[in-house]
């Protein structure tokens, strides 16, 4: 059994007065194994952060199933949801969503502190995963005292202190300059290579070059996927410019 199955998911939005509808997902099919990295691309509008919102239970399917290590997230009840997202699941978003009157150290220990873990547990957690993400020395300054690349490295720090099974990030080198940007892919694969899986919404081929594996959506679906296989960063890059050309242009891949 994989460890992220999505079968058949489906996602109609209805306005207000039930007047119109929109199919934000329509038959979406696949699945994820343990370890690994995942890049999911299209075009704006085509479904993907409806998908992203899903997988994290932020949202409830109008049919399907989303199984995460055999757990029906749909079925969970609403008290658990929020337990659910801060034990299983961590977090990175585009706008890092640090709370600037904390700390950096703080902001890293909040998800923690909800979940009622003593200082001393906290603070053993945090150092190895500060070592590796070079924010040790970074700790008791607050958000607007450091770089958007150190905001986005305190932001991954976050979501993995609580050991998450699945690491969903959403445009994590949206509001990066270059060098941040290529720190970062830097750190999301070397916590890969670690046993960490990852689901990554993105527009950058950049970004999804550093997958083990791109899915494409386009109308609501999953239209075609490419696996890293021995390719290396520059050629996935190519592969996936090509398939972006065809789905810009309506064409069918090959």
Do not use: C, W
Not at 33 to 38: A, H, L, S
Not at 192 to 209: L, Y
């Amino acid at each position: 059994m994989s460890f992220l199955e999505v079968h058949d998911l489906k996602k109609v939005y209805t306005s207000r007065f039930g007047t119109q509808k929109v199919e934000a997902l329509k038959r979406v099919n696949f699945s994820v194994e343990v370890g690994e990295y995942i890049a999911v691309m299209g075009e704006s509008g085509s479904g993907k952060t409806t998908l992203l919102n899903l997988l994290a239970a932020l949202d409830r399917p109008t049919s399907g199933t989303v199984l995460l290590d055999g757990m029906d997230t749909s079925k969970l009840p609403e008290k658990e949801v929020s337990a659910f997202r801060r034990d299983q699941l961590g977090f990175v978003f585009q706008e890092f969503n640090l709370l600037d009157t904390f700390t950096l150290e703080d902001n890293i220990y909040l998800p923690l502190v909800l979940a009622n873990k003593s200082y001393s547990e906290m603070s053993a957690k945090l150092a190895p995963i500060a070592q590796d993400l070079g924010i040790s020395d970074l700790l008791k300054k607050y958000p607007y005292e450091v770089s958007g690349g150190q905001k986005q490295r305190a932001a991954v720090a976050r979501a993995l202190i609580t050991e998450p099974k699945l690491l969903l990030a959403d445009e994590p080198t949206g509001a990066l300059d270059s060098r941040s940007t290529d720190e970062l892919l830097g750190l999301f694969s070397e916590v890969n290579k670690k046993g960490q899986t990852i689901v990554m919404v993105t527009h950058s081929v950049k970004a999804a070059s550093h997958a083990t594996r791109v899915l494409f959506i386009r109308d609501g679906e999953v239209y075609h996927q490419i696996y890293r296989g021995n390719d290396s960063n520059e050629q996935l890059y190519q592969k996936i410019q090509d398939t972006l050309t065809v789905l810009t242009t309506g064409g069918e891949i090959a």
